[in-house]
Every structure is written in C-alpha cells, then in structure tokens.
C-alpha cells in the first residue's frame, strides 16, 4: 500500500522538522513556498493532504489541515496529521463508483437506485480487482491476485464466489450483466 502525502504550504520550518523524522512517518511530505508550485505537486499526486496555518490557507481547497496554535508540540502534530489523513481515507472509502453502482468500503454495500446489498470482504475484493483490470481476467489470475494462491491447484472457488455474487447482484439489482463471462475470463461492464 502506498503512502498518502502530505503537502507543507509555506512552513518550512515544519518541513525540516518532519524531514528528519520522515522513517518514522506513515506518510510522505513535500514542501511547496510558492502556490504555482503546489498546484503543480497536486497534479503529480493523487492522494493529499494540505498542510498549512492560518494565514495561508487556500480558499475552496478541500484537503487541508489547518494549524492555528502554535507553538505546539512536533507530537501533537503528527497526531493532528494521521487523524486527518484517517478521515480522509475513510471518506475516499465511502462512495466508489463502478458504473450504475456505489460501493462503499467501510460497510461493505453496494447500492444502487436507493437498494442496498452487503457484500462480504472478498467479493468487494473480487470487484474492485475485476473494475480495475483493463482486460478480462483468468480463473488462475484471480486465484493469484485476490486469493494469493501461487499454485495451480484444481479449485473451484473463483467460479463458487463469482457464482454467488452474480445470483446476489441479479436477485437484489435485477442486473445479469454486472459480471460478465467471456473466452478469456471475467470482466466487469
């Protein structure tokens, strides 16, 4: 899993103190004097978290962490940062679009048109890898990658999962056409 980045607005004294101790962050920092050169470090990340004071906080921009005391404690603010970043991440997990469909993470539902279903752990895991690959994937590729099963034992748990959650999805959503079949493999549409 990679790490989610912080981006230090206009506190660079900030930035060196958490530079020395970047081995022991779970995130990445970067550090930006210049509001052209943020926006151009926001373009190059996809997951990001702001952090600035008061004074220079951006009007409009969503993911940011304000510090208003200072001085404080390199502890506390660390704290403030994870807890910001924990929030941020359980939101992005809260409403994953996958055509007709929302899928949210931390609940395990899938809805559409106001239904909900619950899903469990591995078929969430089934679809966010099916939605993810570009072409239809192979029995042996999910084994692999979802299961992390390396061999190629006689298995009929993909086809068993992928069974259900097809009879789940036709019986609540009235949709056969959610996960299809093909010659090379399953794919979402």
Not at 4 to 21: G, R, S
Not at 95 to 103: E, H, R, T
């Amino acid at each position: 899993m990679s790490k989610q980045n912080v981006l230090i607005f206009k506190i660079p004294e900030l930035f060196k103190i958490l530079n020395e101790l970047k081995n022991y962050l779970d995130f990445t920092i970067h550090s930006s004097l210049e509001e052209e050169d943020l926006f151009i470090l926001k373009k190059k990340i996809s997951n990001y978290l702001i952090l600035t004071d008061s004074k220079n906080q951006i009007a409009g921009e969503k993911s940011q962490l304000i510090l208003n005391k200072f001085p404080d404690s390199i502890y506390s603010i660390i704290e403030k940062i994870n807890v910001a970043l924990l929030k941020q991440k359980y939101s992005e997990q809260s409403d994953i679009l996958i055509g007709k469909y929302s899928i949210d993470l931390n609940s395990r539902f899938i809805k559409s048109n106001n239904e909900n279903l619950k899903l469990t752990e591995r078929e969430i895991e089934i679809i966010l890898f099916l939605q993810n690959s570009k072409t239809p994937q192979k029995i042996e590729n999910l084994q692999k990658k979802v299961w992390g099963h390396n061999s190629n034992l006689e298995t009929h748990t993909v086809e068993t999962h992928i069974y259900r959650l097809r009879k789940k999805i036709i019986d609540k959503f009235k949709d056969s056409n959610f996960i299809n079949s093909t010659k090379t493999g399953y794919k979402i549409l």
